[in-house]
């Protein structure tokens, strides 16, 4: 396949950037997205050029580093896979293909395809955990009865990976469908109840502060998340936080 990429280059946060268009040839089918990048870099590093810099740890859907906006969606054409998953099969030979980082003003971009996401972590450090004590006493989980549909659900919840393809996905970049995915995978378990209440007013507090946008039920994170993320957390998340403060 022969393909004509465009692709966002900036030198770092300070540099305005811009789109900068490269051809490759000889691009297999069989060859997954990022593979496809590693060969147009390494193209760029024979000719002496600077590589583009692009976000990647496990390429097997898991980690949620590789957040790339291909031809205008969050990871690319193809639905519940992230960009690492993606093969150039699901392109076509003579295909233009736009490649951008995330765009949201909680997420800037530090270097071409890369953006800061530790407003994600802040986040997290916020709230998105159980105090356990782990000195050697630590009562067996499955001692716990624990209801199955709820079991399931909080299984579900927890398989959010981080990506940040809601934010990118959402007009108002909101960050809710992450939030109450980390909120959700504790508030249906017994062992999160300790600490509910705090949890949902501080996750949703550094949310705010981070500069993430509100929700307005658009439903554009459910479709664009990699791991099938259910709109129906927000709703948990929300109950949560009524419940939270008004015993705040
Ligand atoms: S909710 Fe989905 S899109 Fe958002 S961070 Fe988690 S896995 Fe990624
Ligand atoms: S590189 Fe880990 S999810 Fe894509």
Known sequence: ???????????N??????????????????MSFLEMLD?????????????????????EGICGTCSLYING?????DTKITACQLHMRSFKDGDTIYIEPWRAKAFPVIKDLIVDRTS??????????????????TQDANAIPIKKENADKAFDAATCIGCGACVASCKNSSAMLFVSA????????????VEATDRVLNMVKQMDEEGFGNCTNTGACEVECPKGISLENIARMNREYLKASLKA
Not at 23 to 29: A, C, E, K, Q
Not at 40 to 59: M, S, T, W
Not at 126 to 137: D, L, Q, R, Y
Not at 182 to 193: E, R
Request: hydrophobic letters at 35%; a neutral charge; proline letters at 5%.
């Open 120 to 137: 994600f972590d802040r986040i997290q450090q916020a709230g998105g955990f159980i105090s356990v004590n782990t000195s050697g006493n």
């Open 182 to 193: 980390k909120v959700s995978q504790f508030a249906l378990l017994p062992q999160g109840q």
């Open 39 to 59: 060969v147009l870099n390494q193209q760029l590093i024979d000719k002496g050029e600077e590589p583009i810099a692009f976000d990647h740890d496990c390429r």
């Open 1 to 11: 396949m022969n393909l004509t990429l465009k692709i966002w280059r900036q030198k």
């Open 13 to 30: 946060a300070q540099d305005a950037g811009k789109i900068v268009d490269y051809s490759l040839t000889g691009v297999s089918p069989d």
């Open 73 to 77: 969606r969050a990871h690319g054409p």
